[in-house]
């Protein structure tokens, strides 16, 4: 069944502003990992949040977990035209379960 | 470069055709799986090999059938298609600790089209 839900499913903004992506889901998870993927591409896995932590850092990559609410977002900050690309949250589901969600479609306009 | 390689990259066959993918991990890992990504829909689980025995079918058409010889290789066999099995292929692997997987490399995955 699909977990992940991001929101917005599409997102435009110009270079240099910030980008927030959303992602709900239903049951219970041991991580939730966020991944990158180019057209016509494979994904690039970009950061993993456990579901006893609340907040992580990678470089521009700010990501939140709030398992009361089922959600997470992930923030990427001053973004540049190379960020345009789509990005799903992947919640692990047991064991070698990774369920993914539609993913937000970003467009960087410089 | 991920360290997962899959072969062919793009794939074109009739409904009649038998071909395979084939995806190689140099990671080391001891799971592989099978996503299937087609247009507007999420990714979909297909197959999970972990130390090479089969560990997750999701109610995939036995027209797939997979296969993986060793923790290095995993192939997809295809037979039979139909048009909507038309999508792209991705090929990952990851390291399986205490039960739990941690992140996924993917390949580049297979583009394929059944006319």
């Known amino acids: 069944s699909q977990q992940g839900e991001e929101d917005p499913q599409a997102l435009s903004i110009q270079e240099g502003e910030n980008a927030t992506m959303n992602c709900s889901y239903k049951?219970?998870?041991?991580?939730l990992q966020w991944y990158r993927q180019n057209s016509g591409r494979g994904l690039v896995h970009l950061i993993l949040?456990?579901?006893?932590?609340r907040e992580k850092h990678s470089g521009r990559l700010r990501v939140t977990l709030d398992t009361s609410k089922k959600s997470s977002s992930l923030l990427i900050t001053a973004s540049r035209a190379a960020d345009t690309a789509s990005y799903f949250c992947a919640t692990a589901q047991g064991a070698q379960k990774l369920v993914f969600g539609q993913g937000t479609r970003l467009t960087i306009n410089p | 470069e991920t360290g997962v390689t899959q072969t062919p990259r793009h794939l074109v066959m009739g409904m009649t055709n038998k071909k395979s993918l084939k995806c190689e991990q140099h990671l080391g890992h001891n799971a592989m799986y099978w996503y299937k990504q087609s247009a507007k829909k999420p990714l979909e689980l297909m197959f999970v090999?972990?130390?090479?025995?089969?560990?997750e079918n999701n109610s995939v058409p036995s027209r797939f059938s997979p296969e993986c010889p060793n923790s290095s290789h995993l192939f997809l066999h295809l037979h039979t298609l139909q048009p909507e099995d038309s999508a792209l292929y991705l090929c990952a692997s990851s390291q399986v600790h205490r039960g739990l997987s941690e992140k996924l490399f993917f390949g580049s995955g297979t583009q394929l089209s059944v006319l």
């Open positions: 949040i456990r579901s006893n932590e």
């Open positions: 049951t219970s998870i041991n991580n």
């Open positions: 090999y972990s130390l090479e025995e089969r560990v």
